[in-house]
């Protein structure tokens, strides 16, 4: 079974600053997908970025990149230029190619300060 | 689309009581899920449909739990009777398991059994 690990609970970070989350997964498979999805305390979960396994170029959505390292099993987010408005639990989450199942992270709250 | 419509948004219940949730995916999305989240145990999946059909149920806690999808455009997650234990916020989303990988989320039903 696939796993996906936070180690970091809480992250804080000045505003207009850079913070990276962590991931790291566990899987045998050679195919499949990540994401990082962001909830505010509105409750809604909202997809922030993916990565495909088979795609060796990290992506990136505006602010937003990750760093995908498939040997090392590990998937972190970068988040440049931090806004008030990033303040949210954000979770790492993994999808085989072969099923449409997410296997989420524990989730790092993320502080923003002003 | 309007996205994924959950409701109700909030539900209080005495013990014993049964309780329904609902949820209409994104129209099209052939893959649906229902997930629960808590403090404790992070984001689970409880069972998922792949055109209506259940797939997988294994996260389903206990024979409480029970979940239908009569038709492509609407699901139900029932819990009969209810336990305070299972006071937290269940997660319906939907996905095209075809080349658009991402999971779209609804907002949520809060339940608190008292």
């Known amino acids: 079974a696939q796993t996906v690990t936070q180690s970091q609970p809480e992250m804080s970070v000045q505003e207009a600053e850079t913070v990276t989350l962590s991931c790291t997964y566990d899987t045998s498979e050679s195919d499949y997908y990540l994401f990082w999805y962001k909830q505010p305390p509105s409750r809604q979960m909202i997809l922030v970025i993916r990565q495909e396994a088979y795609k060796q170029q990290n992506a990136t959505e505006n602010r937003f990149s990750v760093n995908f390292q498939k040997a090392a099993k590990s998937f972190s987010l970068k988040i440049s230029d931090s806004q008030l408005g990033d303040a949210a639990m954000y979770f790492c989450?993994?999808?085989?190619?072969?099923?449409?199942?997410?296997?989420f992270g524990e989730g790092t709250q993320l502080t923003v300060n002003p | 689309d309007a996205g994924v419509i959950q409701s109700p948004r909030h539900e209080v219940t005495e013990m014993g009581q049964e309780v329904t949730l609902r949820c209409k995916p994104i129209?099209?999305?052939?893959?649906l899920f229902w997930y629960r989240q808590t403090m404790m145990r992070g984001l689970e999946l409880l069972i998922y449909?792949?055109?209506?059909?259940?797939?997988?149920d294994s996260g389903m806690p206990e024979d409480r739990f029970s979940a239908k999808m009569p038709n492509a455009s609407f699901s139900t997650l029932k819990i009969q009777p209810s336990e305070p234990r299972d006071s937290a916020v269940y997660f319906c989303a939907s996905c095209w398991g075809g080349w658009r990988t991402e999971a779209f989320f609804g907002q949520g039903t809060r339940l608190t059994v008292v």
């Open positions: 129209s099209g999305h052939d893959y």
């Open positions: 449909f792949n055109n209506n059909v259940p797939i997988d």
């Open positions: 989450a993994y999808r085989s190619a072969s099923g449409s199942r997410l296997t």
